[in-house]
């Protein structure tokens, strides 16, 4: 049962453009909502969380928007660099006890210089 | 500061023997998870470590699988009588004190089961 649905699959964004990655998930119980960057070879890297307290949260160029209601939440990247080229994830946990992380299945992220 | 390491990166075996993965921590991290990543999905949630008890082992896909952390540091993954299906990168990841810090997450161990 996929918990967590994530598109695009793949986005191919012009440098300096807004890349733009959403998430659905199902259970509501889950009250952590975490993305990771991930480059070929390398594991999985936390770039920002957020908690359904609050709708929208951001971090350099990188933002959170969350929709507790539609149960969805997206990243957007503003101001692509060719360095952003990788593959992103989204995650939901509950946070009682521990992050038991469900993961997307993943957005590969390429900007063209 | 050192990461979480995983050794070896890369490990090919024949259907039906068995392998050891070995994750260590970042220092002083007491709690540690395994995943596992197939191509082309994300990471999928084995087992979860609290020092040196397997506190959620939910995960595991059956008895073939058995994870250990004896000094509640280095853990083990141990996998019996590997399936091609079990092919995978096995990711490690700890977090400090408790379960709901940030997972650093290792680089991983590609398994190719032939």
């Known amino acids: 049962q996929q918990q967590v649905k994530q598109s695009p699959q793949s986005l191919i964004v012009q440098k300096g453009g807004i890349s733009i990655i959403n998430c659905a998930y199902e259970n509501t119980a889950f009250d952590y909502f975490p993305w990771y960057q991930q480059f070929p070879g390398k594991g999985p890297a936390l770039l920002i969380a957020?908690?359904?307290?609050?709708s929208e949260k951001k971090e350099g160029r990188f933002t959170i928007s969350f929709n507790k209601s539609a149960k969805q939440f997206s990243l957007h990247i503003m101001d692509s660099q060719p360095g952003d080229s990788a593959t992103y994830f989204c995650?939901?946990?509950?946070?009682?006890?521990?992050?038991?992380?469900?993961f997307g299945t993943g957005t590969r992220l390429l900007v063209s210089p | 500061g050192a990461g979480v390491s995983q050794t070896p990166s890369n490990k090919v075996t024949e259907k039906g023997k068995y392998v050891e993965l070995r994750c260590d921590p970042i220092?002083?991290?007491?709690?540690l998870y395994w995943y596992r990543q197939s191509l082309g999905q994300g990471p999928e949630f084995l087992i979860y470590?609290?020092?040196?008890?397997?506190?959620?082992d939910s995960g595991l896909p059956n008895d073939r699988f058995f994870a250990v952390r004896p000094e509640g540091s280095v853990s083990t993954l141990k996998i019996q009588r590997t399936e091609r299906g079990d092919s995978a990168v096995y990711l490690c990841?700890?977090?400090?004190?408790?379960?709901?810090?940030?997972?650093?997450f290792g680089p991983g161990t590609r398994l190719t089961v032939l």
């Open positions: 220092s002083g991290h007491t709690a």
């Open positions: 957020i908690r359904p307290d609050v």
């Open positions: 990841a700890s977090s400090a004190l408790s379960g709901s810090d940030t997972q650093y």
């Open positions: 470590f609290q020092g040196t008890g397997a506190a959620d």
């Open positions: 995650a939901a946990s509950m946070l009682d006890g521990f992050q038991k992380l469900v």
